[in-house]
């Protein structure tokens, strides 16, 4: 079991940037993929960023790359998804998810239902 909780979201101008949190709290001995993805109004929810529990390895949509960064404390009970030059299309809901791996993972996961345990999201909303 993993929970996990979200902060950070907002209201920002286009150009701007924010820094999303997503706080884990799991059993000891317990290893897993983190991801971000986000569900803007009338629209599936869609990837944005994934990283691996061994936090070697990190992976972004095409949408976000040069301007999100995915990173996690080095007790990894933390993930962090910093986001730069944001743009009105990138407002949505964004949600971290979490998904039960071996101790040496180093993969990372783009689909949704790759993930077991989420948050419970945090809007942020970009203006023209």
């Known amino acids: 079991q993993v929970h996990l909780a979200e902060s950070g979201g907002g209201l920002v101008q286009a150009g701007g940037s924010l820094r999303l949190s997503c706080a884990a709290s799991?059993?000891?001995?317990?290893?897993?993929?983190m991801g971000w993805f986000r569900q803007a109004p009338g629209k599936e929810r869609e990837f944005v960023a994934s990283?691996?529990?061994?936090?070697?390895?990190?992976y972004l949509d095409e949408s976000v790359k040069g301007r999100f960064t995915i990173n996690r404390d080095n007790d990894r009970t933390t993930m962090y998804l910093q986001m730069n030059s944001l743009k009105p299309e990138d407002t949505a809901v964004y949600y971290c998810?979490?998904?039960?791996?071996?101790?040496?993972?180093?993969?990372?996961?783009?689909?949704?239902?790759?993930?077991?345990?989420w948050g419970q999201g945090t809007q942020v909303t970009v203006s023209s």
């Open positions: 990283i691996a529990w061994s936090g070697d390895n990190t």
């Open positions: 799991a059993a000891p001995s317990t290893f897993y993929t």
């Open positions: 998810a979490a998904k039960s791996v071996s101790r040496y993972s180093s993969y990372v996961y783009t689909r949704p239902d790759h993930y077991v345990y």
